[in-house]
């Protein structure tokens, strides 16, 4: 990171979690940062004693923080849904950014990345 005080925006529950989210800010222009990842390799994914956490410049907290809450929502959102039987199994979702897509459907409508269906199994 640069000279400015680095930030704390978020604990993962885990690597590919961190890893994800830190994607997401660098697809917005934040640069991102996963520490704390050498005790999760000893220790594995464990987090309620190591989870990840994501850094970012002090002046790119406020902005990383909405986009942090942007994913919790669509999680929190997902699990609702199917927790009231909403959910389909053609449900599924980007794997970049995290938007609904449905199966097969590529590049995403929300982010333009080009999605890989070959392994699906529907």
Known sequence: ??????VEIYIARDLPEAYFLRGLLEEAGIEARVVDDALNDILGDAPDVAGPHLMVHGPDGPRAREIVLEYEQRQIDRAERT???EATEEESFCY???????????????????LDWTDDVA
Do not use: I
């Not at 970049?96 to 080009?114: L, M, T």
């Open 1 to 6: 990171m640069a000279h400015e005080e680095p």
């Open 83 to 85: 927790g009231r039987g």
């Open 96 to 114: 970049e950014c995290g938007a609904p897509v449905p199966r097969g459907v590529s590049p995403c409508p929300a982010c333009g990345k080009q």
